[in-house]
């Protein structure tokens, strides 16, 4: 699975926290495509040939957990320079790779976060949550549950820029047994040197293949 795309690798990326389950760095580097550069157009009676500017640089990678059972895995990469990180674009997808022994439902957190100034850890448990430190600007997490309703909370924490949940349900031959998630954003997060970008991905239900696939763009300052 590993041969099935080819990148120009610019970069190395960090792997971390893996819990059990294979793990296949697919397109597991920074994949730093350098800034881009577009000619602003000048009349030609101004006796130039047009002058060079530059965009916002972008970096992608992805990474795929092709095994993943009730368990969860993470990576990620130091950043080198102080910057702020302008948009993502992620997409991740998960698909059953054989038919379940009975129908269910499968469901995958996945998220990114910021390390502030420190190698991350995560949490011991088989899923390998991002240990992320509590919002200090915020409260606590209360809910109002007046019909006596079954709830599970998390908490409010900080550095938290990317949190999806994808659920599907299998039935027991299998059709149908993949869902998918494309995500657009703006965080316009800052970041310093020696802040490290996390991501995360975790299961329960059927098992299956996982994949996340992310593109980055940044203003070094």
Known sequence: MTDRRTFLIQGVLALG???AGTF???EAAMNVRGRR?????VSPSAGTAGAVASG?????????IVNINNN???????????????????DVSFMITSAPAAAGFAEILCNGGVSRGAVPTFNTSPAAYLNLPASAN????????????????GGVVQDLFFNVILKTWVPADGTG????RQVYGQPGLALNKGDYLMFHMDHA???GDVEMQAVLQYNVV
């Open 37 to 41: 550069e577009f000619l602003t157009a």
């Open 24 to 26: 296949t760095p697919l």
């Open 177 to 180: 047994g993949y869902t998918s």
């Open 138 to 153: 915020f409260g606590q997490l209360t809910p109002h549950n007046p019909n006596k309703l079954n709830i599970g909370l």
């Open 72 to 90: 969860g895995a993470d990576v990620f990469f130091a950043v080198h320079d102080t910057m702020v990180l302008s948009t993502i674009n992620i």
């Open 205 to 207: 239900g059927v098992s």
């Open 56 to 64: 916002d640089p972008v970096a992608g990678f992805g990474w795929e």
């Open 17 to 19: 926290g893996i819990s």
